[in-house]
């Protein structure tokens, strides 16, 4: 952040208002990274600036990166809460915390036409139509559509989005296939159309006893005046709202609708799930989850509160309910309500109910928005494991490979002029370390400096063992080494007959070529190739990881050979003294006494006379 943005950003913090309104952090590159809404504006914009109280993760996050603001007055919070909302959809802002891409739920609309149109629809404008849902299941919102046409006679020119003409903004009134049949809705009078778009509205919006009840009506009064055919299309009405209405869960007694909004949050992977239960006539008119990202440090109540305000925000008239019942506490209802009040003309009570039929209620819609987080987060998981990186895709093009190299093994060596041999393996999967699966391997038939023969013995070990015991094979083997490594290899392989299971090669390190089995010339990878640095760190890290253990075991070595030259002590009591006292600094430091108690009255003397030129206790 420049000087001279620190001081315009400063500069705007001195001079907020302290009216209601919305806020937009912008980084240095002009980018929105969050959108809110407040109260008072001065008030909640500085609180983010002061050190009074210490920020979450996030925020702090969030607060570096903040180079610019810009404020949006408003007279009401109501409006705020409408424009947060209509901002946070068209920016995407990175801190905000809903997945707020309304192209993923699919909505009905009900044009506001002479003859309204019925049809689905994934986009929400302010166009003066009418949206019901959103429907979290495209599935649920075509049975919706298809019971409406069965239910009310609709065409499929009615009930279309292909019918609507996007460049104008109009509807397309071209007559649809049912026309040869005498049933197309263009044909319908203008007044007894609308009627069946109320009808319509009426089961949009779950009232599906009223409009039995008026339906059984009509049918009467059609019978009474012996116009028998449109009786029978009314019973055929009310039988498929019959069937539909059969489908819809009871869960009370009465008429009262209800919006049940319950939460469940999962910290550890930074996400929560609202559900929303819509219960109209007392019958579970539908269900509505949505995901929220980056929770961290954001209680439970602000999550939910601003999973009811982006539901309601983006809810058309006719969908809101006669109360509401919450799970947690929210942090600030006002604004919500007050834009209840403002935009559908309703005041809506908001409680969260501890006991009975209600709060059972609450618990049930808690329990669905767990399993749905819970799936969630399965699914993520599932696709970041199935996920293979770019530098794997780029090896296996590079090295020829007929399976995606996952998880890598590589295999070095280590001696001192033949002195202590040992070998590494290390494992990388996707393309990171797995420090959990590195092994060490003293080398045992082996004597003086022969690589060639020190590797074939580790892979011997270590692949006889997974076949024996029906181990999981890596999908690449590395040998660190030229032609030579690479033979040697090979040969332990194919003794073991595994050659055709497991794909090897062998890393040169004069020039970083790569040898393959068959091929007499090593190929050359790019050296810019992400898939030669994979392969270069990872032999890097099979050496340092087989020179640490080398040269610890050259470490303990010198250690024991110097208490060994001391008369009378041999290789067993020499670690044990190691064991208790961690080094022979600390053995040469200890007293007589300790000594004495460690190793025996006689062995420790001669210790101690050892290190001490034949100095006895307590001399001075």
Known sequence: MSQDQNITLQQKLDHLPTNPGVYQFKDQRGTIIYVGKAKRLRNRVRSYFQNAQPLSGKIAVMVSKIADLEIIVTDSEAEALILENNLIKKHQPRYNILYRDDKSYPYICVTRDERPRVFPTRTVIQDGNRYYGPYDHVGKMRNMVETIRRTFGL????????????????PKWNKCFEDYFENCSVDIPVEEYQDIIDKVVKLLNGKTDGLIRDLKEEM?????????????KIRDSIQSLDKYSEKMKIVDNTETDRDIFALEADHIENLA??????????????????FLKNIEGIPEGQLLQSFMEDYYTGSISGTIPDEVHISHDLDDDEPLMDYLWQEHGKKVPVHRPQKGEKAQMVRMAAANAGLQ???????????EKDRVPHVIKSLKRDLGLQRMPRRIECIDNSNFQGSEPVASLVCFVDGQPRKSE??????KTVEGPDDFA??????????????????????????????GQLSSGLQALEELGMHDDLPIIGLAKRLEEVFIPGKSDAIMIPKTSSALKLLQYLRDEAHRFAITFHRQKRSKRTIRSTLTEIPGIGPKTAQKLLKE???????????????????????GEVIYEYFHGGEKAGEG
């Open 438 to 443: 590195y092994k060490k391997y003293n080398i």
């Open 581 to 603: 006292f961690g080094s022979v600094k600390r053995i040469r430091e200890t007293d007589l006494e300790q000594l004495q108690e460690q190793a025996g009255k006689q062995t």
């Open 273 to 290: 799930c609202g559900v929303l239960f819509k219960v109209r006539d007392g019958k579970l008119l539908g269900t509505y989850h949505r």
């Open 373 to 383: 987080l819970k799936e969630y987060i399965l699914q993520k998981q599932k696709a």
């Open 454 to 483: 020190s590797m074939r013995e580790v892979i011997t070990r270590r692949y006889g063992r997974l076949k024996k015991e029906g181990g999981h094979l890596p999908d690449l083997l590395v040998v660190d080494g030229g032609q």
């Open 155 to 170: 065409c499929t020119c009615a009930c279309s989005p292909r019918t609507i003409d996007h460049t104008k903004g109009l």
């Open 220 to 232: 009467e009064l059609a019978s009474q005046s012996l116009e028998f055919e449109k009786a029978a």
